[in-house]
Nanobody
């Protein structure tokens, strides 16, 4: 299970922080990160962290968003700086774990991020 927190309203140029807490330890999760879905758009990757520690970011957020791993809390945090109106979306935490039958995807509840111009 994934529990998302954070989000809300920010002005352009401002910052917000999202957190995703997993019910499993991070070393048991193959991949964990954040996706977002804007109005009328498909859900797209924002940033994720592989079990190897490698971080991956969408081009649109590189240099502005930072994903970090909090091993003690079984959580990942997405620090979003220099926010733009186009960052407005519902953000979803996602995790991929491995089972005997293959990868298993889990999603947290969405959290709304609204950036005003």
């Amino acid at each position: 299970q994934l529990q998302a927190s954070g989000g809300g309203l920010a002005q352009a140029g401002g910052s917000l922080r999202l957190s995703c807490t997993a019910s499993r330890r991070l070393f048991e999760i193959n991949d964990i990160g954040w996706y977002r879905q804007g109005p009328g758009e498909e859900r797209l990757l924002v940033a994720d962290s592989r079990i190897s520690g490698r971080m991956n970011y969408a081009d649109s957020v590189k240099g502005r968003f930072t994903l970090s791993r909090d091993v003690a809390k079984n959580a990942v945090h997405l620090q979003m700086n220099s926010l733009k109106p186009e960052d407005t979306a519902v953000y979803y935490c996602h995790a991929e774990t491995l089972s005997a039958s293959g990868p298993v995807d889990s999603w947290g509840q969405g959290t709304l991020v609204t950036v005003s111009s």
